[in-house]
């Protein structure tokens, strides 16, 4: 049975069934004292609502109103009930679906028609700042794991009615609510048409993150790199919406989606328009220089060392070479192995708690390094490449998967074919980096225009137009001058 019937009993039995095994659903009946024919039915989860709502602002009016027409749901609501957010419903999934979201639910005695009022109280995360994008200056709001909260911290910044929001609700078993935000007249409709498309394709049992969603939803399912923005952050989705994107929030999630992504997002920081456009341009250019270097570092000290030699000066030829007899093991192998470990002591510090995981890992790398050069297991210069690797990877926290994945595939051309595979990998890796794109929208390339706002950020004042990938509303700054 899907739809209500004009029988409360056999709906309170249909309702019983769906949550039955539920200790906390609750089914409290009220009378109405003036009128001992209107009986009313309310339906909610123990812990989910907040008691005091309900107390006084439904409760209370229903036993109290006088001349009720308990007949007519629409007139219960217009005529007795306080609450906010009314919803009439004959629907008994969207009956289940509103109590297990903290949502009370009246079924009166006469009608067939229910209503819904919104009466969550249960707790949440309150608003901190990200610990993940921590900023000297600028807003320190967060989001948190409550939808309607999240929404909230974005209706704020918009406040005019350009601010679209539609709901979807994905997941059979744990119908996840998820918000689809734009601002209208800026957004691409031909975007929003593809990610609405993506989302109804999504058949899964339940919807836990974000994440879910951009494994779901991306372009390239099989690239390292990634192809939707995530942040905690208000203030950059109102900036991405603000430039023709696209927002996805997900209940439960403090993670935010944004579409399009371009790839020069991977170097741009939020804090880059909060401090002086040359400060911000310099460190985008030393983020561009710590990808390179935490990618190609092993890989370019493996064809040194082992296959094109004769580069280095004579005398670093000669210290090295003295070194690389103490050592048992061939440098590629060295390499391999000082990578994986400092990969396992970057892990356990993150799985750590807060102060003991960061000084296991300074520690634990200082020791173990020691103790391999000591033990003349490994050379010292492949400490110093290691230690640069794993240094530089920390500038770029975007692209920590691909950098470990290409790190590991340019090191493994490099053992095998010296220089020349080390070309061919960077090659083939520059190939499939052109051919990313997200919601059909390419990575690369852009407008001379979007130039301003890639590698370095140009003066505010000359940032006076969207980039024409992500929005067909090119102007959004018109300078008055004098």
Known sequence: ?????????????????????????????????HDPDAVFHLL????MIDNAIVDEYIIGPLVNSKAVDHKRPSAVVEEALLAHFPKLTSSFSEIEESIASGDTVILPSGGVKAIIF???????????????????SGPREGFSEALLGNLAMLHRRFRNGSLKI???TIGRRTRTRVALC??????????????????GQIDIDGVLDSHTLEEMTR??????????GTTERSDIVAAKLLEGRIALLVDGSPVVLTLPYLFVENFQSNEDYYVSFIH?????LIRVAAFFLTTLTPALYICVVSSHYEILPGQMLLNMASEFQNTPFPAAFEAFFMLIVFDILRETGMRMPAGGGQALSIVGALVIGQAAVEARIVSPQMIIAAALTGITGILVPKLDEACLTLRFFLLACASLLGLFGLSAGAAAAIIHMQRLSSLGVKQ?????????DSLIRAPLWMLDTRPARLSDNRRRLRMRRK
């Open 280 to 284: 911000a341009s310099f460190a985008r």
């Open 219 to 228: 372009d390239h399912r099989w690239s390292p790199f990634h192809t939707a």
């Open 166 to 168: 539609e709901n979807h």
């Open 444 to 452: 690369f390339g852009g407008t001379r225009a979007d130039k301003k």
């Open 44 to 47: 909610y989860c123990g812990g």
């Open 118 to 136: 919104s009466t969550q109280g249960f707790s949440v995360r309150g608003i901190t700042e990200p610990d993940g994008e921590k900023v000297l």
């Open 1 to 33: 049975m899907e739809m209500l019937t004009d029988s409360a009993e056999k709906n309170l039995v249909e309702v019983k069934r769906r949550f039955e095994g539920d200790d906390t659903f609750i089914l409290r009946t009220v009378r109405n004292l």
């Open 182 to 199: 734009w601002l209208d007249g800026v957004a691409k409709p031909g975007l929003l048409a593809e990610i609405r498309a993506r989302l």
